[in-house]
């Protein structure tokens, strides 16, 4: 009978593999992150996720000059390296479990929570890190913890979060949180509740931009229908749920990553839509309005890049969702 009190763990030549019933997930130390996170046979991962610094630049980021101030978080958010990789197990730091300090593992280890820590170094001048921590139960739910450690001498950030590709577009998406589209400083039409998105829309601005941020969540709920497994020939619905952990987070469910936006001057530049781009954000700039010829975002609403910032959220496991 299998062991339903355990995590089933594997540790490979370079990756730390983690299952139990109806669930798989594999980190990979050479990829630096979470490189397969499967839930009741389906895939969710078309890349490692990775700390999101950028949100496409808005018209009033052009009036005001702050995405060229901010700049040096667009190399971030496509270049950062991951620097160092952490394993706990069952509370107990261990040795990086790497070949060939893998050979100590027999083909048949358990564990009740393990704990797997990437941490990322911005290009940046000063550099500065980022931990993304994936504690991971027997029940399949990770729990995903970020730190960003502030440094003297940055530039205020345009957002902070942890952004996941999945390999296909979403059906759409239902959510508990605020109505609409939502910043923080954009929160008073929203209508606190449970919502449902159809599709991936993108605002057809005529220059397309940052859009689609949903703030204070408690939960959201991603639906694809469609896989990349050609093994695979059930289309039937399936989903993905994260949860608030101490706190409500902010989200955005896309097609596009914030640099395809930026890439595209007019909405006839985007490419076709082929992946769910979904961020959550524990810290998000405001997009300001005041007017769009100079006036920068009131200081309430701004992300200093010289403090730590943190956020956790949870990705329930198959049986929780």
């Not at 030549?13 to 979470?34: H, N």
């Not at 969710?44 to 060229?68: E, Q």
Request: charge should be negative; include cysteine.
């Amino acid at each position: 009978m299998a062991n339903t009190t355990k995590l089933n763990v594997v540790y490979g030549d370079v990756t730390l593999g983690l299952s139990g019933p109806g669930f798989r997930y594999i980190f990979a130390y050479d990829r630096g992150g979470l490189e397969s996170l499967v839930q009741d046979g389906k895939e969710w991962l078309y890349r490692v996720p990775t700390p999101a610094f950028w949100r496409a630049t808005t018209d009033n980021d052009r009036g005001n000059g702050f995405s060229v101030a901010a700049a040096p978080w667009l190399g971030a958010d496509m270049f950062r390296t991951c620097t160092a990789i952490n394993v706990v197990v069952d509370g107990q730091a261990i040795p990086l479990p790497i070949a060939p300090e893998n050979n100590r593992y027999t083909a048949k280890e358990t564990a009740t929570t393990v704990t797997v820590t990437f941490t990322y170094t911005t290009p940046t001048v000063p550099a500065t890190t980022v931990d993304v921590a994936y504690t991971v139960t027997a029940t399949g739910q990770l729990t995903i913890a970020v730190h960003y450690a502030g440094r003297a001498g940055l530039p205020e950030l345009p957002a902070l979060g942890l952004r996941f590709l999945c390999p296909t577009p979403a059906m759409g998406f239902d959510y508990q949180g605020l109505s609409g589209e939502t910043y923080p400083d954009r929160l008073a039409g929203g209508q606190p509740g449970t919502h449902h998105v159809e599709g991936l829309p993108v605002t057809p601005y005529l220059v397309p931009q940052e859009c689609g941020m949903h703030m204070r969540t408690q939960w959201v709920k991603v639906t694809r229908a469609t896989t990349q497994n050609n093994s695979d020939p059930d289309h039937q619905p399936f989903q993905l749920t994260l949860r608030q952990a101490a706190h409500p987070f902010a989200f955005s469910c896309l097609p596009y990553t914030p640099e395809e936006l930026e890439n595209a001057t007019h909405m006839e530049e985007l490419p076709l839509a082929r992946r769910t781009v979904l961020t959550v954000y524990g810290a998000v700039r405001g997009v300001g309005g005041i007017d769009s010829w100079g006036s920068d975002v009131e200081p309430a609403y701004h992300i200093a890049g010289d403090i730590d910032h943190d956020f956790s959220f949870v990705i329930a496991g198959p049986v929780a969702r």
